[in-house]
């Protein structure tokens, strides 16, 4: 096929478009497993924390707004993913274009900005116990996160008064990642959302691994859960960002050394961005881990689950479930022998 077939005219730029089987045929069912697990995963991480935490902690609030994004953005799935099966040839309109690339975009980057936020959170409370920052309450968390909903909004809302819906011979092309030789914001956006988080998390995690070791803290089991909650975040954000990143970085350098003559240069690397870019939906299908390990809540409310899906109860047994609901929100009492740097209990959200 003549390279000049790949070529497409978007907002009066010269742009490289490619319709390839291979994402018709796998990405599909990627984005499938993914809306599954990850409706799963966040839709029971709301419902835990809408009905069976009985308190709330700022950090949990930063914890809930994550998984508003996770769950939001994983409604979107099921759109893009009957755009790659029709190779993309987009069917429901130029508005629901917008709203759902809008949506794609700004809870990807609320994903990133409230796993970034849980992080300097956990930072704060074990590195500097006694900081003002720990002692926020849960309505100054909430303006936070409306603030940082607000941040996130104004950053993508181009999306949706600008036309993303691009007419490709018979097909119309809803997408906001084609290959044009311009530097728009929506890519200026896509790199610093990863780069400044990604700094923000290494450093966090790095002096909280440092910092219980120092004093030696790292072989209680309390603190244990902690790390490990740390590292998660960590891995997470890396596995699921760092590839479309790199992708993306050689698609740029590609273009300022070649331009869009000649588009068959750019048909490897477009396809391994789309392929990359599902991990980035991914992560909202991981976050719940990043719950599970955050707090004594969410595994003592899946061992509540599996008991009463394995054993059925018995007319004489006391009735635990509602004890087992408000231990979800119950301090061990075997955080307090650990010493005053840590009172804030970081393995607790």
């Not at 508005?95 to 936020?117: D, K």
């Not at 990604?198 to 790095?206: E, R, V, Y």
């Not at 596995?239 to 003559?261: E, H, K, M, N």
Request: charge should be positive; glycine fraction near 4%.
């Amino acid at each position: 096929m003549n390279s000049q077939n790949y070529s497409l005219m978007i907002h009066n730029k010269n742009c490289c478009v490619f319709r390839d089987d291979f994402i018709a045929n796998v990405l599909p069912p990627v984005l499938g497993l993914e809306f599954v697990f990850g409706l799963l995963g966040n839709g029971l991480a709301l419902w835990i924390f809408c009905f069976h935490l009985k308190s709330w902690k700022s950090s949990r609030i930063f914890l809930f707004n994550l998984a508003v994004a996770d769950f939001l953005l994983i409604i979107c799935l099921p759109f893009l993913t009957d755009n790659y099966v029709r190779k993309w040839d987009w069917k429901f309109g130029d508005i629901p274009c917008r709203l759902m690339l809008f949506m794609l975009a700004m809870n990807r980057q609320g994903s990133i900005i409230f796993l970034t936020v849980v992080a300097v959170d956990r930072y704060f409370r074990v590195v500097h116990p006694h900081h003002s920052l720990n002692k926020i309450s849960n309505q100054t968390a909430a303006i936070i996160s409306c603030f940082l909903w607000g941040v996130t909004i104004g950053l993508t809302v181009h999306l949706l008064y600008k036309n993303m819906l691009t007419k490709n011979g018979p097909a119309n092309l809803c997408s906001s990642f084609s290959i044009c030789k311009t530097f728009r914001w929506h890519d200026a956006m896509f790199f610093l959302e990863f780069f400044l988080p990604l700094g923000i998390i290494l450093f966090c995690s790095a002096k909280i691994i440092w910092s219980l070791r120092q004093r030696q803290l790292d072989k209680h089991a309390k603190i244990k859960r902690a790390i490990n909650f740390i590292l998660v975040v960590a891995i997470v954000f890396i596995i699921c960002f760092l590839p479309s990143v790199a992708v993306r970085i050689r698609i740029f350098w590609l273009l300022y050394t070649s331009g869009t003559q000649d588009c068959e240069v750019y048909r490897s690397v477009d396809l391994a961005f789309f392929i990359t870019l599902s991990f980035t939906y991914m992560n909202s299908m991981l976050d719940p881990l990043v719950y599970y390990f955050s707090s004594p809540s969410f595994p003592n409310f899946f061992s509540m689950l599996i008991n009463r899906c394995l054993r059925k109860k018995t007319p004489d047994e006391p009735d635990n479930n509602r004890s087992t609901s408000l231990e979800l929100t119950q301090n061990m009492s075997t955080t307090r022998s650990v010493p005053n740097a840590l009172m804030a209990n970081p393995s607790e959200p």
